[in-house]
Nanobody
């Protein structure tokens, strides 16, 4: 059973940057698609970005494209989300997720088998 632990959230001013990390334990994530989702207050959890097993293929939500970058270090069993030019609309709890199914990364929440507890990001205006 893989456990995922997110870190790196916090309070940042609009226009600033944050780097989130997701450390996996209890197993290797090398073959898994890894993703970030987020849930803002009063809203559904939404897809942010994902990447395939070797980081060669990644997808982003339109709202974060060109500002956020997902990456992974399989040797460290860790996934990252670099977030730049943050806006207050990015305020949410950010969750890391793992999909055991190989192939093209999927964006549906239901595709993901393992989830972290989330890390809170607050962007002030």
């Amino acid at each position: 059973q893989v456990q995922l632990v997110e870190s790196g959230g916090g309070l940042v001013q609009a226009g600033g940057s944050l780097r989130l990390s997701c450390a996996a334990s209890g197993g290797t994530i090398y073959t898994y698609t890894m993703a970030w989702f987020r849930q803002a207050p009063g809203k559904e959890r939404e897809f942010v970005a994902n990447t395939n097993f070797n980081g060669g293929t990644s997808f982003y939500a339109d709202s974060v494209k060109a500002r956020f970058t997902i990456s992974r270090d399989n040797a460290k069993n860790t996934v990252y989300l670099e977030m730049n030019q943050l806006t207050p609309e990015a305020t949410a709890v950010y969750y890391c997720a793992a999909d055991r199914q190989p192939g093209v990364p999927r964006k549906s929440r239901e595709a993901y088998d393992y989830w972290g507890q989330g890390t809170r990001v607050t962007v002030s205006a």
